[in-house]
């Protein structure tokens, strides 16, 4: 870590703390359950459920306050917490989920406010990240509204070094939707980067916003598989591309919910939850938690999957493991079961880069993580019926 600051022509050269998000981040994040109707009770009870839900002990880490949570500046410029949502102020709050052993972060904007029209860190960037690591944060999300004619590299590039400077490991989560193709620079400066825009919890929708629009599951997932952008090469230990957080367990059904956590983890995505974890039924608390699963998201090689085969609403994502091992994904995106019959002999074998599957060479055991049992080799066809909209998820082991 290197940081130069002169005052007379200013020269940041920003680097960032290269010890953090290893593997893809996991926590929660408020606003796709809450938005704006967030306060300090909410992320304390937040808090207690990530923990007697068991999603601590699954890995979930971060508690992250998104939008909303900001009442002014005060004279000298320090941004201050609505007093009536979070009364006992940030330092508290912080202390709070510290003491349940989890992380906390926050959300600001690089613009002069909030897509919610609060006050952003335009201008006032190193006066936050101080305050920030002041309160004890560990995790922003900076956004991209209101940005006017600003560079967003630089901008990135000015908060990463105030985040530096703050002497705080804070994790830096860029969210400029994919508009300046941050995959080429955010890894210098962030840990995580949204390559697209705002996700909504239906499988195959848009949503009109005015000027903008959200997008559903598939839809998302579509995106990041833009042949031409080839996203997953970009992604690897402590720089991940993000197609935003979680639905599962909002207005999906137990199916969708599967699928899109099992998705979201072939591509190695952050895993950050988005449903109100105090009231979740057993079935998506057991999606959120499969350990299985997230072994595939945390996988130590940090590979994205990439899609191996596309027969339209059947599609196979296949994401390198470490050891040699294979997550392998069969995604039935249509309203009707599937019938699948894959014969592994006689498939194409798999030469990415590095790593290698010669399927006529190796035999490997094959482990249904929903399932939670083994179910043969590679030896013999795969025949099984994928529910609608679900998946089945397969790790080879040798
Ligand atoms: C943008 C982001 C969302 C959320 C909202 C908050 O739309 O992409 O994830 O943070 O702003 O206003």
Redesign the pocket.
Same mark, same amino acid.
């Given at each position: 870590m290197f940081i130069i600051l002169s005052f007379l022509g200013i020269s940041i050269n920003a680097q960032k703390n290269e010890n953090l998000a290893k593997t893809p981040p996991m926590g929660w994040n408020s606003?796709n359950r809450f938005g704006c109707n967030i306060n300090e009770q909410i992320i304390k009870e937040m808090a207690d459920a990530m923990v007697s839900t068991g999603m601590k002990d699954a890995g979930y880490e971060y508690i992250n306050i998104?939008?909303c949570w900001q009442g002014g500046r005060d004279s000298l410029g320090f941004i201050y917490p609505d007093p009536k949502r979070f009364p006992s102020g940030m330092k508290a709050l912080a202390d709070y989920v510290h003491s349940k052993g989890l992380k906390i972060g926050i959300?600001s904007d690089a613009g002069w406010k909030? +897509?919610?029209g609060y006050p952003g860190s335009r201008g006032y960037e190193f006066q936050d990240a101080l305050t920030y690591a002041d309160w004890g944060i560990d995790y922003l999300?900076y956004?991209w +509204?209101n940005t006017d004619n600003l560079l967003a590299e630089e901008a990135y590039k000015t908060m990463a070094a105030a985040l530096v400077a703050s002497g705080r490991p804070i994790v830096f989560s860029i +969210?400029e939707?994919g508009n300046n193709k941050p995959w080429l620079w955010g890894a210098k400066y962030g840990h995580l980067w949204?390559t697209t825009g705002?996700i909504v919890d239906c499988w195959d929708c848009e949503l009109g916003h005015g000027s903008w629009v959200s997008n559903g599951i598939l839809r998302i997932l579509d995106m990041q598989m833009d042949k031409n952008l080839n996203l997953r090469q970009y992604a690897g230990p402590g720089h991940w591309n993000d197609p935003d957080m979680l639905e599962v367990g909002n207005r999906l059904t137990v199916n969708e919910s599967r699928a899109h956590f099992s998705l979201w983890c072939m591509l190695a995505a952050p895993l950050i939850a988005g449903n109100d974890l105090r009231n979740m039924s057993n079935e998506i608390k057991e999606i959120l938690t499969n350990k299985e699963m997230i072994a595939i998201d945390q996988d130590t090689l940090g590979v994205q999957c990439f899609r191996w085969f596309d027969y339209g609403d059947l599609q196979i994502f296949a994401k390198p493991l470490a050891g040699g091992e294979l997550a392998v994904c069969f995604l039935n995106r249509s309203n009707v079961p599937k019938n699948i019959n894959f014969d592994w002999k006689d498939t194409e074998n798999i030469y990415d880069g590095k790593y290698v599957y010669e399927f006529n060479k190796t035999t490997f055991k094959l482990r249904d993580v929903w399932a939670k049992k083994f179910v043969g080799t590679t030896d013999k066809p795969f025949i099984a019926t994928i529910p609608p909209r679900d998946v089945i998820v397969l790790r080879l082991t040798k």
């Open positions: 606003w998104d939008d959300y909030t +897509c919610g999300k956004d +509204c +969210c939707w949204r705002d």
